[in-house]
C-alpha cells in the first residue's frame, strides 16, 4: 500500500514544521517523521480513522503529536488531504 499526499497536504507539512523548528528544529523532524511514519502505517489499514467531516473523507488522530491526517481511502491505500494540529480549526 501506498501514500500520495496532495499538494495542500505537503503545504501543511511545510508550515506545520516551520512553526515548530522556530521552537526546537530536531523536534520539528520528529514530528514530521512521526507524520509520514503513521500515513504509511495507515495504508495498510485506511478505514481505521473516523469518518470525516467532508464527504468521502476520513480522519486519523496522531494522538502522541496531536495532529490530524484528512485523507481518501483509495485502492492504492491512501491519499493525504491535509494536515492539521487537532488545536487548530481545518
Same mark, same amino acid.
Given at each position: 500500500? #501506498? ?9 501543511? !507539512? ?6 515548530? =523548528?522556530?521552537?526546537? =528544529?530536531? /523536534? ?5 517523521a512521526k507524520i509520514?511514519? /503513521?500515513?504509511?502505517? !495507515? #495504508? =495498510?489499514?485506511?478505514?481505521?480513522? @473516523? ?6 473523507? @476520513?480522519e486519523y488522530l ?16 491512501? @491519499?493525504?488531504? @491535509? ?8
Open positions: 500500500m #501506498s501514500v500520495r499526499w496532495s499538494n495542500p497536504s505537503l503545504e501543511d !507539512l511545510d508550515r506545520i514544521w516551520h512553526f515548530n =523548528a522556530d521552537r526546537d =528544529a530536531a /523536534r520539528a523532524d520528529q514530528i514530521e509520514h511514519e /503513521r500515513a504509511e502505517w !495507515l #495504508s =495498510a489499514k485506511p478505514y481505521l480513522g @473516523r469518518i470525516g467531516e467532508a464527504p468521502g473523507t @476520513r496522531i494522538r502522541d503529536i496531536q495532529y490530524v491526517l484528512i485523507y481518501t481511502a483509495e485502492d492504492y491505500g491512501i @491519499r493525504v488531504i @491535509r494536515v492539521w494540529s487537532s488545536r487548530e480549526r481545518a
